[in-house]
């Protein structure tokens, strides 16, 4: 030891820069690796629609990949898209995929409110498995959910009831959307039946109610547990996580239950 100790202290002079040399070079690896990995793209084409104030939009999207297989560009090949908050539904499987940061509304699950990465994903491999939302790198099983662009955009992976001035107007089923422009043009989009179509709404009480929910159109709020909560911009949430979903997740439904068994008694004629 005593002579590796000598050794050093006479060559010190010598080892000092062949070690900062070294850790330059592990360092310099790294970051290439890394480099590398962050700027792998695989562009993958599909067939996809959106569809603009009730109109249908057919067209094959450039969807791009990084080595983590997330979503980082996705781009028109045959027309002219400038991407907002509307869906993009998959024509040959049962996904869609959400090309803005969204705000993830859970009414049963104490009223929470989380940011969705851009593009992310909802949906599921096959009529036998569950929908799943792909946010980042999690994926994991969701339920009683809208989603929100923080303007007037919302998406429902329930069917709900569109309420206008106090009388149902239409049902929608599972995975529509709706857009409310302006305060005047109201555009939806029914999944089940692929049928868009606009309504003007301006001076009139629109609205959204389902067994769990209760959502104002005119204010973007919904109501729980008797209370008026206000929804949030997405860029201004947490990001979505799994952390206390589960353990969360019945004690809020129960909780719900009891408070939609008193709503009803008031907004009967709705869930008729």
């Given at each position: 030891m005593k002579k590796i100790v000598d050794f050093c202290k006479k060559r010190y002079k010598i080892l000092i820069p062949i070690m900062v040399v070294f850790v330059l070079l592990i360092t310099v690896f790294y970051l290439y690796k890394e480099y590398k990995y962050d700027s792998y793209r695989n562009k993958v084409e599909a067939n996809v629609?959106?569809?603009?104030?009730?109109?249908?939009?057919?067209?094959?999207?450039?969807i791009t990949y990084n080595?983590?297989?997330?979503?980082v560009d996705i781009a028109a090949k045959?027309?002219?898209?400038?991407?907002?908050a509307t869906p993009i539904y998959y024509k040959d499987t049962d996904n869609i995929l959400f090309p803005k940061v969204?705000?993830?509304v859970f009414p049963l699950m104490d009223a929470k409110q989380f940011r969705l990465y851009k593009y992310s994903n909802y949906g599921r491999d096959d009529e036998n498995s569950s929908y799943k939302i792909?946010?980042?790198?999690?994926?994991?099983?969701?339920?009683?959910?809208?989603?929100f662009d923080g303007d007037g955009l919302y998406f429902f992976s329930d069917e709900v009831s569109l309420i206008v001035d106090d009388q149902e107007y239409v049902k929608l089923s599972p995975n529509s959307f709706l857009e409310v422009v302006g305060g005047y043009t109201l555009s939806y989009y029914d999944k089940e039946k692929d049928e868009g179509k606009m309504l003007e709404v301006e001076g009139k009480k629109i609205s959204i109610v389902n067994d769990y929910l209760d959502l104002s159109l005119n204010d973007n709020s919904f109501k729980y547990l008797g209370k008026k909560v206000l929804l949030i911009a997405p860029d201004n949430l947490k990001e979505l996580s799994f952390d206390n979903w589960q353990e969360k997740k019945t004690n809020d439904i129960i909780k719900f239950r009891?408070?939609?068994c008193r709503r009803s008694?008031?907004?009967?004629?709705?869930?008729?």
């Open positions: 629609y959106q569809y603009f104030g009730g109109i249908r939009t057919d067209y094959t999207a450039i080595l983590k297989k997330n979503i045959d027309k002219k898209i400038e991407f907002d969204m705000n993830i792909t946010n980042g790198n999690n994926n994991v099983i969701y339920d009683h959910f809208f989603l009891i408070e939609y008694e008031i907004y009967g004629n709705y869930f008729s």
